[in-house]
């Protein structure tokens, strides 16, 4: 209807538009301008990820080391990112999680405040009154210790530490003997003298078991782990070295640890590595020696590797490309082939769990490394290894089977007391004897070296390192099965609190410290590293040692590793005697003794990092070995627990000295693997906190001191940028609190507030005052070399 009232004005556009619409191609053809298109781009090459410094600056990357980015820039081209979330749900549970440990440290930081807040209200103010801990009993806020003394069958068992030392929160148990006990002594006096959290991680190596749950490198919480674990799933032999990769592996073992493991016949080996070939271009069929043989030479392989290449190890974080964990599928594999064997070992299974203790060892995973160790005891004994065996079999096969079990001995030994955990081998119902080393045995052990002399061949080292572990277990077991002997629990919560029954344990340590004399005594010339002028091998007479020259680096190696663990026995053995004073006013002085067995436990630490010093400064003979490094970590913090608990000892200079040697050891190190770099940078901060106490002794003038005003709030200072130390003359001095002890003047003078850069942030006013251990003269004080 109402089109008859349309206008034509009102259709015309219509009809217009619709005429243009079909003509709009044509017209467009004919009526604009050319276009001239833009040559195409060349596709970039895809790059598997990009290195760090280019996804910061959101660039384009190659896959050349270093990227032409980086290398127009001058900037470090690496790429890490073990840790990295990739899904969304990942992410959820890692913010979950950091929102848990953020809960869990404000907790404790509360419970602290609340109670400093408590001791401040219900106890008078004492200027001059000090803040170390009681004893060495206190636990930190970051370890739950087990009771020092655990009474039970009618004697008081010495306690140990419960503490985290890998990727999981969860904590696991270490005896009075391990490292981490003594890290946790440390920790707990560091903590009280500087009024400030002092966590056990702080002081713990940053391994890939930092990093990684398993040497898997699947993160705890990966959606794939479950594949990655199930012992069916199948490997992809594109990730396997090809053939000739794995005898250039296979080769470097026999050269490297083979002289110190005489736990394989090399013939047999190469014989069966032979029988696994299939047809030519197809992978070998798989086998558990032989893949972890070749697991664990990838570890040094690789780190001499890295050390040649020009790629920089990350300092803060151990990932993935470390070469602590090279071979990792070849060890995975390994574990899922002795799955199958559990029933019914052979001595194969034994030499595997042996090399995958090694393995997890070498890594950092300590308490995988004793779970393995557990797998070879058992299965050794499932086999018989500890008795004598058989009659019937041939002579060399007789000779491989005693290697075997008191290689394992030796290790096991070795681990447990590192750990301070029970032994698992027990040598009363073992009849096997100790294997041989004459020109005989060695003749028929498979491999060819050059006999030493008359008496000696390159097993002889097999040999009395098995006598150096039944030495060191002798003495240790006879030390600690004594703590109650001297050591009743009525004073205190451990011995610590009882300075007149440690100062008896300590005259007790000698008397059974005499299977270690005599074992040094009986080394043979042979294997015995020789020292500059009249100096004498197993020794601390600082004497410099000479590396001959024109000498297979295996007997090097053999003469090396001998010295070094018989000063590493001897270090932890007079360790517990390191004790850090105490804030009683009417506190007993420690006895002669017990500060002489500390002084021992610094000399054969100094020892120890002199030796590592001139090794890897003038050879390569430890280019890649993991136990050494872990050996040279354990002897530099026992030289920084020494000077924190006895700054003013006559060695302290050298035991400063032998702190910087040690980080030049691990710097050294550092260029092989990562987790040396960063023991290099915890002993470059522990180093600033002795060298502040020590400004601290040097320095003072208790005459012109006064009173210090209340200090700032630790954030204010931080961020208005004020001082942290405050200056000479505001600093209160004490008298000497110790009866009979020398005359102990302090200050607190340092140039500037930049040395405590690395101090923690405070959870608590700083205690300007400090209490240290002086020593008293006498024939058993500091001036002389230790000889044991």
């Not at 549970?93 to 400093?116: A, F, M, N, P, Y």
């Not at 090809?242 to 014989?271: C, G, R």
Request: proline share 7%.
């Amino acid at each position: 209807m109402y089109s008859a009232f349309r206008s034509p004005e009102a259709s015309g556009p219509k009809v217009k538009g619709e005429a243009r619409k079909g003509e709009g191609v044509g017209k467009s053809e004919t009526s604009n301008p050319p276009s001239f298109e833009a040559p195409l781009r060349p596709k970039r090459q895809q790059v598997a990820r990009a290195c760090d410094s280019c996804r910061m600056h959101r660039i384009k990357c190659d896959n050349n080391v270093p990227c032409k980015n980086c290398l127009s820039r001058g900037e470090q081209c690496i790429n890490k990112s073990p840790g990295e979330r990739r899904t969304l749900p990942q992410a959820y549970r890692e913010i979950d999680r950091l929102k848990q440990k953020v809960k869990e440290l404000e907790e404790q930081l509360g419970k602290e405040r609340t109670k400093s807040a408590l001791v401040s209200t219900s106890a008078p103010a004492q200027p001059f009154a000090l803040t170390p801990p009681s004893s060495d009993s206190t636990p930190t806020p970051d370890s739950t210790c087990v009771s020092h003394h655990v009474v039970g069958r009618g004697q008081t068992v010495w306690g140990g530490v419960m503490t985290s030392t890998g990727q999981s929160p969860r904590k696991t148990w270490y005896g009075p003997s391990s490292l981490f006990y003594f890290i946790n002594r440390m920790n707990t006096y560091l903590s009280a003298i500087f009024q400030q959290l002092h966590p056990d991680d702080l002081i713990q190596l940053k391994s890939v078991a930092k990093t990684f749950a398993t040497p898997d490198c699947n993160l705890a919480d990966d959606e794939d782990k479950a594949d990655a674990r199930d012992a069916s799933q199948p490997v992809s032999n594109e990730a396997y070295l090809t053939p000739t990769q794995e005898e250039y592996f296979l080769n470097l073992y026999w050269q490297s640890y083979h002289p110190t493991l005489a736990i394989l016949d090399e013939a047999d080996f190469k014989k069966h590595y032979r029988s696994l070939a299939t047809k030519p271009g197809q992978p070998r069929k798989p086998s558990p020696l032989v893949d972890i043989v070749i697991a664990v030479n990838m570890q040094v392989g690789m780190a001499v590797a890295q050390r040649n290449s020009a790629r920089a190890l990350p300092v803060t974080e151990v990932g993935k490309d470390d070469p602590t964990i090279a071979g990792r599928l070849y060890y995975r594999r390994c574990q899922r082939l002795l799955y199958n064997e559990q029933e019914a070992p052979t001595l194969m299974t034994v030499q595997c769990h042996i090399l995958s203790a090694m393995y997890t060892c070498f890594a950092g995973f300590q308490n995988m490394c004793h779970v393995a160790l557990s797998l070879a005891v058992r299965s050794a004994h499932m086999i018989g290894l500890h008795t004598e065996p058989p009659s019937d079999l041939p002579f060399a096969s007789q000779e491989l089977r005693r290697r075997v079990w008191w290689t394992l001995y030796t290790f096991e030994s070795k681990v447990c007391m590192k750990l301070g955990r029970p032994f698992y081998t027990d040598t009363d119902p073992t009849s096997c004897d100790l294997p041989a080393h004459d020109h005989e045995a060695a003749s028929l052990a498979g491999s060819d070296f050059a006999l030493l002399d008359e008496n000696a061949t390159w097993l002889t080292f097999t040999l009395y390192q098995v006598k150096l572990a039944q030495a060191a277990r002798k003495v240790h077991t006879a030390f600690y099965d004594k703590y109650s002997d001297f050591y009743d629990g009525n004073t205190g919560q451990v011995i610590y609190d009882d300075p007149a029954a440690l100062e008896r344990y300590a005259e007790f340590l000698p008397t059974v410290m005499k299977p270690l004399d005599d074992w040094a005594e009986s080394v043979p010339n042979a294997l015995r590293i020789k020292r500059s002028g009249d100096g004498r091998p197993f020794s601390t007479d600082r004497s410099s040692i000479v590396v001959e020259q024109f000498v297979p680096p295996w007997l090097q190696r053999q003469r090396l590793l001998l010295e070094l663990l018989f000063h590493v026995n001897k270090s932890n053995l007079y360790r517990p005697f390191v004790c850090f004073p105490s804030t009683a006013t009417e506190s007993t002085p420690l006895g002669n003794m017990c500060l002489s067995h500390a002084a021992s436990a610094a000399e054969h630490s100094v020892t120890l990092t002199r030796i590592f010093h001139h090794v890897v400064t003038n050879t390569d003979l430890l280019v890649g070995w993991h136990e050494p490094f872990q050996w040279q970590w354990n002897g530099a913090l026992m030289l920084a627990g020494y000077l924190f608990a006895c700054p003013t000892s006559d060695i302290a200079p050298s035991v400063r000295e032998a702190i910087d040697l040690s980080i030049a050891v691990f710097e050294d190190f550092g260029r092989s693997f990562g987790t040396s770099l960063g023991a290099a940078t915890l002993m470059r901060d522990l180093a600033i906190k002795i060298d502040f106490l020590a400004e601290l002794m040097r320095g003072s003038n208790p005459q012109t001191a006064t009173l210090p005003s209340v200090p700032e709030p630790a954030t204010e200072q931080f961020a208005t940028g004020a001082e942290v130390v405050p200056s000479a003359n505001d600093i209160p001095f004490t008298q000497d609190l110790f009866a009979g002890s020398m005359d102990m003047k302090m200050a607190y003078s340092v140039d500037n507030s930049g040395d405590l850069d690395m101090l923690w942030p405070p959870i608590g006013n700083v205690s300007d005052q400090w209490w240290f251990y002086t020593q008293p003269s006498g024939p058993n004080g500091y001036g002389g070399p230790f000889a044991g």
